[in-house]
């Protein structure tokens, strides 16, 4: 196969990254395997060739973003103190919601990835791990509410147009500093 023929044909990495642009904007149900074939340039049955359901082509965009997270449970359970253990997860989320902006945006807003997420028992018991990190042992409503509140404006930047210029370690900041305005400042109540 000649050089030219091998950079027409994107393979694995030019459809994942297709594929996660597009279901960054049209979400993964209202995105289609013709949709990626058109976007990266190759036929259907192309893309078959790599990834034979769509399923796949979720998975495989969305493994960046779970191996992270599994490495951010790992981490912070490391920690003995429970609030030592919700700054570390805090950080690590941070880190993850920069690198992964575009895979952020699916993994926390789509339902068909939230179905997907909860029909595997494995994702499913990693974001409970996630969660009890971060709240801590027995929760009150009000420090369920501050996490759910944090994990849904993890979404925020990845989504929102005002926030696209933002640079990384200002965005890295600005999360950090809401986590620990939410999940470590001293209850008022």
């Given at each position: 196969m000649s050089s030219t023929a091998e950079r027409i044909r994107p393979g694995r990495s030019g459809?994942?990254?297709a594929a996660t642009r597009l279901f960054a904007t049209h979400g993964v149900s209202g995105t289609s395997l013709q949709q990626i074939a058109d976007a990266?340039?190759?036929?259907k049955a192309a893309v078959y060739h790599h990834f034979p359901t769509k399923?796949?082509?979720v998975v495989a965009v969305l493994a960046p973003a779970l191996e992270a997270i599994q490495g951010i449970v790992r981490t912070a359970g490391a920690h003995e103190d429970p609030r030592a253990?919700?700054?570390a997860a805090i950080i690590g989320l941070a880190d993850q919601a920069v690198t992964h902006r575009q895979r952020w945006a699916v993994l926390l807003q789509d339902a068909a990835v939230e179905e997907y997420v909860r029909n595997n028992p494995d994702h499913d018991e990693l974001f409970t791990r996630l969660r009890l990190l971060l709240t801590g042992p027995d929760p009150t409503p009000g420090t369920r509410?501050?996490?759910?509140?944090?994990l849904s404006g993890l979404l925020g930047?990845?989504?929102d147009p005002s926030c696209a210029d933002i640079d990384d370690d200002a965005l890295r900041a600005g999360i950090v500093r809401a986590g620990r305005r939410l999940l470590l400042a001293d209850?008022?109540?």
């Open positions: 459809i994942l990254a990266t340039g190759i036929t399923e796949e082509v253990a919700t700054e509410l501050q996490v759910s509140l944090f930047p990845a989504q209850d008022d109540a």
